[in-house]
């Protein structure tokens, strides 16, 4: 399996969504299931893996459009962010 190259985190810019924001928007929560929804675009899974909230499937190299649901899954901040585990 190739490398992947890991992104630096990076922390929002003034006027971007904040991570719960960004979180709310990208994930689907059913009890404790988290999923991303499928019809998240290039530019907002970039944010996500930037901060840490997703990490790429171990199945997929690359992140593919109208498939999120399947390419990334929400790593353990993104989970607890999302669930209201953590503060934001």
Do not use: N, W
């Not at 190739?2 to 904040?18: D, F, H, I, N, T």
């Not at 399947?70 to 999302?82: M, S």
Request: with cysteine; charged share 30%.
């Amino acid at each position: 399996m190739p490398a992947r190259r890991v992104k630096e985190l990076q922390m929002p810019r003034s006027g971007e969504s904040s991570d719960l924001e960004l979180a709310r928007h990208a994930f689907a929560v059913k009890g404790f299931r988290v999923r991303c929804y499928p019809d998240i675009d290039a530019e907002t899974a970039d944010q996500l893996l930037a901060r840490g909230l997703v990490e790429l499937h171990d199945d997929f190299d690359e992140f593919l459009p109208g498939e999120a649901h399947r390419c990334l899954r929400a790593t353990q901040y993104g989970f607890d962010l999302v669930l209201g585990r953590i503060d934001a």
